[in-house]
């Protein structure tokens, strides 16, 4: 059974970081692309960040380019999403995912996802 579990998330002031974890068990994705994104309140989930097996082939939003940062460690089956600067737009339940639907860099039809953890940015 595949699962994705996310952690790191939690309350932080605007300007602050946070660090955010997905472990993948069941299987590993070492060549799977994989995938950040996050849901506010009333909106879509939205595509945040997408890194490749070659870990130098990134993708990332434009609302977040130059503040976030997407990597992985095949060897620990683990994709971090390290946050910088946050502001409080980028409130929302983060979801790690793996293994696209789709060929759009963007999409956000992925087969597996995780349960989602809670960031929220006070102002």
């Known amino acids: 059974q595949v699962q994705l579990v996310e952690s790191g998330g939690g309350l932080v002031q605007a300007g602050g970081s946070l660090r955010l974890s997905c472990v993948a068990s069941?299987?590993?994705?070492?060549?799977?692309?994989m995938g950040w994104f996050r849901q506010a309140p009333g909106k879509e989930r939205e595509f945040v960040a997408r890194?490749?097996?070659?870990?130098?082939?990134?993708v990332y939003a434009n609302s977040v380019k130059g503040r976030f940062t997407i990597s992985r460690d095949n060897a620990k089956n683990t994709l971090y999403l390290q946050m910088n600067s946050l502001k409080p737009e980028d409130t929302a339940v983060y979801y790690c995912?793996?293994?696209?639907?789709?060929?759009?860099?963007?999409?956000?039809?992925?087969?597996?996802w995780g349960q989602g953890t809670q960031v929220t940015v006070s102002s």
């Open positions: 069941g299987r590993t994705f070492s060549s799977s692309p």
């Open positions: 995912a793996a293994r696209p639907l789709a060929a759009v860099p963007t999409t956000t039809r992925y087969e597996y």
């Open positions: 890194i490749n097996w070659n870990v130098g082939a990134t």
